[in-house]
Nanobody
Framework: QVHLVQSGGGLVQPGGSLRLSCKAS????????MNWYHQAPGKQRELVGNITGGGNTNYADSVRGRFTISRDNVWNTVWLQMNNLKPEDTAIYYC?????????WGQGTQVTVSS
């Protein structure tokens, strides 16, 4: 059974940093692309970025240069490092992967950027 368990998040002032983590179980982690999404109030869930099993990354234009995704294939964990946070980054953040044509999601983590 696939599980994605998230940690991190919280309240931070504009310009601050946060790091989210997502630990996976039930999959051969190193073979899977891991995605980070966010969903702001009243908006659709959007892709923030992802990282392949080999470590190649892609980012949405809105976060490129500020956010960094990394992973450890021994600890089955993926991280989202968020720097220079802006109020518009306020959202619930989810990690995600696809296994056997089905999407699996973490429980979601609230990130609030406010002074």
């Amino acid at each position: 059974q696939v599980h994605l368990v998230q940690s991190g998040g919280g309240l931070v002032q504009p310009g601050g940093s946060l790091r989210l983590s997502c630990k996976a179980s039930g999959i051969n982690f190193r073979l899977h692309t891991m995605n980070w999404y966010h969903q702001a109030p009243g908006k659709q869930r959007e892709l923030v970025g992802n990282i392949t099993g080999g470590g190649n990354t892609n980012y949405a234009d809105s976060v490129r240069g500020r956010f960094t995704i990394s992973r450890d294939n021994v600890w089955n964990t993926v991280w989202l490092q968020m720097n220079n946070l802006k109020p518009e980054d306020t959202a619930i953040y989810y990690c995600n992967t696809r296994y056997k044509q089905r999407d699996y999601w973490g429980q979601g983590t609230q990130v609030t950027v406010s002074s």
